[in-house]
């Protein structure tokens, strides 16, 4: 049985569309929140604009201006080359605060819009070093979420605790892989799909792509 209303956190990348897509199975109504943050690329809102649109989704877009201030990376700045971590260190696509600031503004919102489910794409199997990205801090900021507002939301991570190939799984079992791979943009270089196939972004992504398609290679001939 379908519950009743989510709300996506939502940035037209594969995590959060195939998080769309498996809410729209889940939930009987669903909306996303979109946040403008100055982030490198604005085809990314673009891209999450249009999706929602084709999807027939109602789109929130909120701004949030204020973390590109406080937190100047190579994510919000486009004069500050993309590097992975080196020797322990977290990659400087990592923005500060980010998710908390995300997560607790589309809680005041789904409160507004009578959404007891947040849904975001975190995953603490392939979270690249991004301490946000964690089961725990999950849990915890759901916990001060429902204290901070008096309620009973649910934070939804359906992708917490799969690998890039199970997420190109989950895509191709609700049917979307190649909807997902055409039209979502999680390239740091702005280029939709495939992307550039060199920033760490792509890299994941491919990676994640060719051993399942790998996977499904082998069951078929089976």
């Not at 979270?127 to 089961?135: A, E, I, K, T, V």
Request: net charge neutral; glycine share 8%; aromatic share 8%.
């Amino acid at each position: 049985m379908k519950k009743e209303k989510a709300l996506i956190v939502f940035s037209g990348g594969q995590d959060s569309t195939t998080c769309l897509f498996w809410a729209k199975k889940h939930f009987l109504e669903v909306e996303v929140v979109t946040f403008d943050y100055g982030q490198r690329h604005a085809r990314e809102i673009e891209c999450a604009k249009k999706i929602a649109a084709e999807q027939g989704v109602k789109q929130h877009l909120l701004n949030m201006d204020l973390l590109n201030q406080l937190a100047p990376n190579a994510l919000t700045r486009t004069t500050i080359p993309v590097k992975a971590g080196e020797n322990g260190d977290l990659p400087n696509t990592f923005v500060p605060g980010r998710n908390l600031l995300f997560l607790s503004f589309a809680g005041i919102l789904a409160r507004q819009i009578g959404a007891k489910h947040l849904v975001t794409g975190v995953s603490q199997a392939d979270f690249s070093g991004y301490p946000d990205c964690r089961f725990n801090f999950i849990q915890s900021l759901n916990l001060s979420l429902n204290l901070a507002l008096d309620d009973t939301l649910v934070i939804d991570t359906p992708l917490m605790w799969l690998d890039k190939s199970e997420v190109w799984e989950m895509s191709d079992t609700l049917g979307v892989l190649d909807y997902v791979r055409t039209e979502t943009l999680t390239c740091y270089n702005g280029i939709q799909g495939d992307g550039c196939g060199e920033c760490p972004s792509c890299k994941l992504r491919k990676r994640g792509l060719e051993k399942y398609l790998a996977k499904k290679a082998r069951q078929t001939n089976l």
